[in-house]
């Protein structure tokens, strides 16, 4: 009988469950329906008769591909993403399917800088703002691939979309959008319109709900920063999507309760001068600014 096989079989009996970082790798990808029992034990007879470890095995009979020793390997370094082709979240979320992409790894330089600058734990910050002056810059973009690698990270992240003037959260995690944060802030709903990205342990996203007639007024309201310091009990990092800062007080309205905001600009996109003026209407509203960042795409 094979040994792999046994042991998949033993995750689905009653009791708990062993974590992946204790599970072999031809036990995860057999789970994962990415390895066959019958290909399992070619692979360990091939290993114990040369001496290789088994991914390095399996990659030499070509039943696997490099693609699934990664996965199997996040899986034990509990380093979660999602298999290319995999259809859970947008492609656009690219940090949930491309960890070793240049754009990624760029994206954890800039969690570093933010867990050193802003939520660190002697601060006891919890939530930031992405804050830019127009629309088609990236905020959304950004907000989105920060929240993954920070619960990459191991951080319990919560996704808010603050935008309810062009929401984008929900289509970019493929979320229903009729109730939201729109319905939380008038007291039509409570915090189980927050969703669980279950693919991407530790993320959960607060979509922007049912577009409302006075968002300005809604995100005024006393109710949302009720809403933060409840979840700032549960939550290490909160990640807001606010709207474009030239055309509405939202985002600045955002960016004052959250304490912190993120400045983004695009490369031949972004106006010097309008980056300016947000960044003075942020600090006169005592808003730090955290720094700031370039879209280049």
Same mark, same amino acid.
């Given at each position: 009988?094979?040994?792999?096989? &046994?042991?998949?079989?033993?995750?689905?009996?009653?009791?708990?469950?062993?974590?992946?970082?204790?599970?072999?790798?031809?036990?995860?990808?057999?789970?994962?329906?990415?390895?066959?029992?019958?290909?399992?034990?070619?692979?360990?007879?091939?290993?114990?008769?040369?001496?290789?470890?088994?991914?390095?095995?399996?990659?030499?009979? %070509?039943? +696997?591909?490099?693609?699934? +020793?990664?996965?199997?390997?996040?899986?034990?370094?509990? /380093?979660? /993403?999602?298999?290319? %082709?995999?259809?859970?979240?947008?492609?656009?979320?690219?940090?949930? /399917?491309?960890?070793?992409?240049? *754009? *990624?790894?760029?994206?954890?330089?800039?969690? &570093?800088?933010?867990?050193?600058?802003?939520?660190?734990?002697?601060?006891?910050?919890?939530?930031?703002? +992405?804050?830019?002056?127009?629309?088609?810059?990236?905020?959304?973009?950004?907000?989105?691939?920060?929240? *993954? *690698?920070?619960?990459?990270?191991?951080?319990?992240?919560?996704?808010?979309?603050?935008?309810?003037?062009?929401?984008?959260?929900?289509?970019?995690?493929?979320?229903?959008?009729?109730?939201?944060?729109?319905?939380?802030?008038?007291?039509?709903?409570?915090?189980?319109?927050?969703?669980? +990205?279950?693919?991407?342990?530790?993320?959960?996203?607060?979509?922007?709900?049912?577009?409302?007639?006075?968002?300005?007024?809604?995100?005024?309201?006393?109710?949302?920063?009720?809403?933060?310091?409840?979840?700032?009990?549960?939550?290490?990092?909160?990640?807001?999507?606010?709207?474009?800062?030239?055309?509405?007080?939202?985002?600045?309205?955002?960016?004052?309760?959250?304490?912190?905001?993120?400045?983004?600009?695009?490369?031949?996109?972004?106006?010097?001068?309008?980056?300016?003026?947000?960044?003075?209407?942020?600090?006169?509203?005592?808003?730090?600014?955290?720094?700031?960042?370039?879209?280049?795409?």
């Amino acid at each position: 009988m094979n040994p792999l096989a &046994t042991e998949a079989q033993n995750m689905n009996a009653p009791g708990k469950p062993v974590p992946d970082r204790d599970r072999s790798i031809g036990t995860i990808l057999i789970d994962a329906g990415r390895l066959s029992p019958e290909h399992a034990e070619r692979v360990l007879k091939v290993a114990r008769e040369s001496g290789l470890r088994f991914g390095d095995a399996a990659l030499q009979l %070509g039943v +696997i591909k490099q693609d699934d +020793i990664d996965f199997a390997l996040a899986r034990q370094f509990d /380093y979660t /993403y999602l298999p290319l %082709g995999d259809k859970s979240v947008s492609a656009e979320v690219v940090a949930a /399917y491309s960890p070793g992409a240049p *754009v *990624v790894e760029a994206l954890r330089a800039l969690r &570093t800088q933010l867990m050193l600058r802003w939520f660190d734990a002697d601060t006891k910050h919890k939530t930031l703002a +992405i804050v830019s002056p127009a629309r088609g810059e990236g905020r959304s973009w950004l907000a989105a691939n920060l929240a *993954v *690698v920070f619960s990459q990270l191991g951080e319990r992240t919560l996704l808010i979309d603050a935008d309810m003037r062009n929401p984008r959260q929900h289509e970019l995690f493929k979320l229903d959008n009729r109730v939201g944060l729109s319905a939380m802030l008038s007291g039509r709903a409570g915090t189980e319109v927050v969703r669980r +990205i279950t693919p991407l342990l530790g993320l959960s996203v607060l979509p922007a709900g049912a577009l409302p007639p006075n968002p300005s007024e809604l995100l005024a309201r006393p109710a949302f920063g009720q809403a933060l310091d409840a979840f700032s009990a549960s939550y290490d990092v909160i990640i807001i999507d606010t709207p474009d800062a030239r055309h509405s007080a939202d985002a600045q309205t955002l960016a004052s309760r959250a304490g912190g905001a993120l400045l983004l600009a695009r490369q031949n996109v972004s106006v010097l001068e309008h980056l300016r003026s947000t960044a003075e209407s942020l600090a006169s509203a005592g808003v730090t600014i955290v720094g700031s960042t370039l879209n280049e795409n």
